[in-house]
């Protein structure tokens, strides 16, 4: 399992160490999957690594294992979740310019709804 003291020092960071509370969905030795407090669709989870990256600029050749980890969480967070007919979305913001406000890597998994095409 990951230390999660080499976990960021952000908000996640702090969710993945037990020290804010989160509605979590999933988790396991490499990441741990939450309900979004500011929800984007009627299902809305981040799921992030349990180890400090601060996003997808930083995941290198080093990485692949882990980046494809986090994709068959989403994929089981969005199973779970119920989204296996209506489909879903994962989204992963990189830079401020792209939304990205928490520098700790973290994919959106989103459904319930229809959601168009270009995104905001």
Request: include cysteine.
């Amino acid at each position: 399992m990951s230390d999660p003291q080499q976990s960021s020092d952000t908000v996640f960071g702090a969710i993945v160490r037990g020290e804010i509370p989160a509605e979590i969905v999933y988790e396991d030795d490499d990441c741990i999957a939450f309900r979004d407090l500011n929800p984007q669709a009627p299902v809305h989870v981040l799921v992030i690594p349990r180890i400090a990256v601060s996003g997808l600029q930083e995941a290198d050749q080093a990485d692949p294992a882990l980046l494809g980890h986090l994709m068959q969480a989403a994929q089981t967070v969005a199973r779970q979740e119920g989204l296996d007919a209506s489909g879903w979305r994962v989204v992963v913001n990189v830079g401020e310019a792209a939304g990205q406000t928490v520098p700790h890597l973290h994919l959106h998994v989103l459904g319930g709804r229809a959601l168009t095409w270009p995104p905001g």
